[in-house]
């Protein structure tokens, strides 16, 4: 049956989501419990449940609002997004391609899932041709799209810096050409960072991503070199550098982290990386499907969520106090002004608008399939893509997700990750729980941090 209502409660606020619309209502107890039976409950039966509790008329009084908002159109609303989905699987552009620039990395990471940065295959480095030729490639599947996007990744591609300025090179030189105006990222570990490739990174490029898991015994636990020696100390006056020109100029970029379930109070390595001067924050879930040490449970669930109930508070307590703001990746929802119809369906572009290259040329759906010969798409020098398997991906939506369609967070994280969703059942349109729990609590916050922020402001104009 689908859900089209969501009531939670975060620090005694207590809130409902109307799931078609995307409203979202603060109601006090009494509505909060009513709205239990509400949906299919007669009155009377209502007031039997919450007799011990309240008072005959004010329960009257809560359902007769609860019929208000129904009769109005702002509750329980009832739309079926399914003609914009067939819209949706029609089209066939693409707007993005992650470049493998190396298969290769100077790093051990213990959760690496690209293994060690060759996908479980063998090391290598994308020629500067095989990158041009993949520019070409997203010129002409990308029919009239204006912006396109061009992801720098590895392994570590700062391995493989030349090929990176190739790249950036021969895309704008012919961008005004064909009407096309790219957008470049970059994900670095940061130990190979100069100040010339540093430079070179903040003029060239739209976004930096630089990988630092939080306090130094944290990422010096997992991010470990060869010879298992840590990295904190050689990356941290590294990330500073980018950010502070970044912070200057007003560019983006993300410090990212992952947690483990060595660190479960990763909310202080959010506040270490503030601390430091980093606004724009983004610690994501260790993800495996092997069993190790490191990973996390269900049992552990508890403890995650009141990491990111902490978290969603100390974020509003900086951004109103100003002392060493940031920005959290996953409580980035703007409930009034996005996301578009096609986001609320199709979260993950992986296959269908978003593709993978690796240093051979070889196209996968994303960066996470690489390594599965039974993704591999085509390559940038036939030109030519699998329709079997992109037709996989096109078809892959919330509605065609049996457990996301009845979900209450369907509109939010729209199926979650396709790799991750394979990898754990070996079905693109299968959800990996584990991950829908954690999503569904990171969507709580950040709606919990929408109405404080109303409220916040609304306060400040009194």
């Known amino acids: 049956m689908e859900t089209k209502i969501h009531k939670f409660s975060i620090d005694n606020t207590k809130i409902v989501l109307d799931v078609n619309s995307g409203a979202v209502f603060v109601v006090d107890d009494l509505m909060f419990d009513v709205l239990d039976f509400y949906d299919n409950t007669p009155r009377e039966q209502i007031k039997n449940k919450l007799k011990g509790k309240y008072k005959s008329i004010e329960i009257d009084e809560a359902v007769e609002e609860l019929d208000k908002l129904k009769r109005d159109g702002v509750l329980f609303t009832g739309y079926n997004y399914k003609a914009a989905a067939e819209k949706i699987r029609a089209r066939s552009e693409m707007k993005a391609l992650c470049l493998n620039i190396a298969h290769d990395c100077n790093l051990r990471c213990k959760y690496c899932f690209a293994s060690d940065g060759n996908y479980k295959g063998e090391k290598g480095l994308m020629p500067p041709e095989v990158g041009k030729k993949a520019v070409d490639f997203l010129i002409q599947k990308s029919g ?268 939010f994280c729209s199926g979650g990750c396709n790799a991750n969703n394979f990898n754990f059942n070996g079905d693109i349109k299968k959800p990996y729980e584990l991950n829908c729990k954690l999503q569904k609590k990171r969507i709580e916050c950040a709606i919990y941090i929408n109405i404080k922020e109303i409220e916040n402001s609304t306060l400040e104009r009194l």
């Open 144 to 411: 009239d799209i204006k912006k396109l996007e061009i992801d720098f990744f590895g392994g570590e591609p700062l391995l493989n810096f030349e090929t990176v300025k190739e790249v950036v090179a021969y895309a704008r030189n012919i961008e005004s050409k064909y009407e096309k105006e790219f957008h470049f990222t970059i994900t670095t570990n940061a130990t190979l960072l100069d100040d010339e490739i540093i430079n070179y990174l903040h003029e060239n490029m739209d976004n930096i991503v630089l990988s630092l898991d939080g306090r130094r015994e944290v990422h010096d636990r997992m991010r470990v070199r060869a010879d298992g020696s840590g990295t904190y100390d050689t990356i941290i006056s590294n990330i500073k550098k980018v950010v502070a020109l970044r912070e200057k100029d007003k560019k983006d970029y993300f410090v990212r982290g992952t947690f483990t379930k060595h660190n479960l109070d990763f909310s202080q390595d959010v506040i270490h990386m503030a601390d430091n001067g980093f606004e724009q924050i983004s610690i994501e879930p260790v993800v495996g499907k092997d069993i190790k040490e490191y990973m996390f449970t269900e049992s552990d669930l508890p403890v995650i969520y009141n990491e990111y109930e902490k978290l969603a508070k100390e974020y509003l307590e900086r951004r109103k106090t100003g002392r060493n703001p940031f920005r959290f990746y996953h409580f980035n929802i703007d409930l009034y002004n996005g996301p578009c119809i096609y986001k609320r369906l199709v979260a993950c572009g992986s296959g269908r608008e978003y593709l993978a290259v690796t240093p051979n040329g070889d196209i996968y759906p994303c960066h996470q399939f690489v390594g599965n010969s039974e993704f591999v798409i085509g390559n940038v020098y036939d030109k030519k893509l699998n329709d079997f398997i992109i037709n996989q991906f096109r078809e892959t939506d919330v509605y065609s997700k049996q457990d996301c369609s009845s979900c209450w967070a369907r509109f």
